[in-house]
């Protein structure tokens, strides 16, 4: 038999140990059954979770986060003052233990807090949902056939890139209508305590005690949580606290675009903005609802108007939907300003978490983490102003030179509903056989159908 026949028989002849043999050697092999592998740790509870968000607010969220809307501060707003920021705290508590008695919760804070020497968790009383069927032919939230588009903007910069607007034509949604393909991108992190998902349940403020959050309070010091249905929580706040306000300036530029520029909020992670506002595209029966976020790409920004976790932020700037901390400057282009003569700007700074458990976790993953309670504070910053002509120009008045946007109420009337709020009970849109007397009218009217939209595509 010559070589070459030799050298092809040898493989049947040593075939499966010869195979093995370099297979392994390639690093092919699987690992043998039975190999010993480390096992996962064994993690129960926790028993009781604790939230507190702490948010910084300024301009017009401020007024409805505390700073008020008395005649002073009408006054200020006329004059071109914007209400002073106001600290917020939202706590919750939830707990699979029932409560012995009466649920009874309370946070004794810190000194530094000034706001007394406890703030009380109460659990609501339950609700009765309606339980009478409802027949829906449109989208929920859209109770009849809206009128006008909308417009969807994204990115920074003088002009708008390829793709932009993506047009919505609300006269489309209806019956066997798909709904819009609006980009959205889930983020992830755990559900806070929330009142029916958890056994036991506390809340503050609640109707016990709506204290305002002193201007110069801080959360740095001792806390401890007690209640009848929840092991007892202490825990230091050391380094994390209220964060800064927002320092946001806009100005008009000779291009038609407007430059947004704020001073870098400390301890932020990361920054988004978004606005929307009305117009009208022929000066009178066509109305545009438009949308616009600071992400470089397409975004509607459902997902983060709130507070966000570190991680997810900064992968969230890694995709280039969320602005970097370092970065100070965005530019709305000029399609933007020219579509949207009057809208509000929303500006959020996300900030750093603290994330404390009891008790720590066993080094050796042999040991089950049984986890009595869990704390999580979360920090962010906001803001939020109108863009345009300013409240000079909605309040009809002519200071910058510039004309008063469309839809601006005249002198002495209350300003425009904000999108996303209820109308009021008198503002129905006119039929649909009737076209808007002019373009106030006009984007006054879309404003109320952007409302109704809105409510119905991202609450459905």
Same mark, same amino acid.
């Given at each position: ?10 493989? +049947? ?45 300024? !301009?017009?969220?401020?007024? $409805?986060?505390?700073?008020?809307? #008395?005649?002073?501060?009408?006054l ?21 233990? *029932?409560?012995?008695g ?12 000034s706001?007394?020497?406890q ?19 449109l ?19 003088? =002009?708008v ?30 559900? &806070? ?8 349940? #506390?809340?503050?403020p609640?109707? /016990? ?8 309070a801080?959360?740095? !010091?001792?806390?401890?949580? =007690?209640?009848?249905y929840?092991?007892? @929580? ?17 100005? /008009? ?22 606005a929307? &506002?009305?117009?009208? +595209?022929?000066? #009178?029966?066509?109305?545009? @609802?438009?949308?616009?976020?600071? *992400? ?20 969230? @700037? ?13 530019m709305?282009?000029?399609e ?14 996300? $900030?750093d ?12 993953? =042999? ?12 920090? =962010? ?6 863009? $345009?002509?300013?409240?000079? &120009?909605?309040?009809?008045?002519? &200071?910058? #030179? ?12 209350a300003?425009?509903?904000? +999108?996303?709020s ?29 409302? /109704? ?5 991202f609450?459905?």
């Open positions: 038999m010559n070589a070459k026949s030799r050298s092809t028989l040898l493989p +049947a002849r040593h075939g499966p140990r010869a195979i093995l043999a370099v297979v392994g050697t390639l690093g092919l092999v699987a690992p043998q059954a039975g190999a010993q592998t480390t096992p996962a740790q064994v993690v129960r509870g926790p028993v009781a979770t604790y939230w507190l968000s702490a948010d910084t607010v300024s !301009g017009f969220g401020a007024m $409805g986060a505390g700073g008020g809307m #008395g005649i002073g501060g009408m200020g707003m006329l004059a071109g003052r914007a209400p002073a920021p106001v600290r917020t705290l939202d706590l919750r508590l939830g707990s699979s233990q *029932s409560a012995s009466a649920p009874e919760a309370a946070h004794l804070i810190p000194p530094g807090m706001m007394g020497p703030l009380p968790l109460v659990t609501p009383e339950p609700t009765r949902a309606s339980t009478e069927p409802t027949e829906r032919t989208p929920k939230g859209i109770d009849e056939q809206p009128k006008g588009r909308m417009l969807i903007y994204w990115g920074c910069g003088e =002009k890139g390829p793709g932009q607007p993506v047009v919505i034509d609300f006269s489309k949604i209806g019956p066997g209508q798909p709904m819009p393909n609006l980009t959205s991108r889930s983020v992830r992190g755990p559900r &806070g305590p929330s009142f029916g998902q958890s056994r036991s349940y #506390g809340a503050w609640n109707e /016990r005690d709506r204290q305002t959050v002193p201007a110069q801080s959360l740095r !010091g001792e806390h401890q949580i =007690k209640g009848n929840s092991p007892d @929580i202490r825990f230091a706040v050391e380094q994390h606290d209220f964060m800064p306000p927002v320092e946001l300036s806009t100005s /008009r530029q000779p291009a038609g675009t407007q430059q947004m520029s704020w001073r870098p909020v400390g301890g932020a992670t990361g920054y988004f903005m978004s929307v &506002g009305a117009g009208s +595209a022929d000066g #009178g029966g066509t109305v545009d @609802i438009v949308m616009w976020t600071s *992400s470089a790409v397409q975004e509607t920004g459902g997902a983060l108007a709130d507070y966000v976790q570190p991680a997810e932020v900064s992968r969230l @700037i890694r995709e280039r939907v969320v602005l970097p901390p370092d970065r100070t400057e965005c709305l282009p000029a933007v300003v020219k579509s949207m003569p009057a809208g509000l700007l929303s500006f959020i700074a996300y $900030g978490e603290l994330n404390v458990s009891h008790p720590p976790r066993p080094a050796d993953p =042999k040991v089950p983490w049984d986890i009595q309670w869990s704390v999580k504070l979360r920090l =962010k910053s906001s803001t939020s102003q109108m863009l $345009g002509e300013g409240m000079a &120009g909605l309040m009809g008045g002519a &200071g910058g #030179g510039g004309r008063a946007p469309a839809g601006a109420p005249a002198a002495g009337s300003p425009p509903t904000p +999108a996303g209820t109308p009021p009970s008198d503002g129905a849109p006119p039929p649909a056989s009737q076209a808007p007397a002019n373009p106030s009218d006009a984007v006054e009217q879309g404003l109320r159908e952007g409302a /109704r939209v809105l409510r119905g595509l609450n459905r």
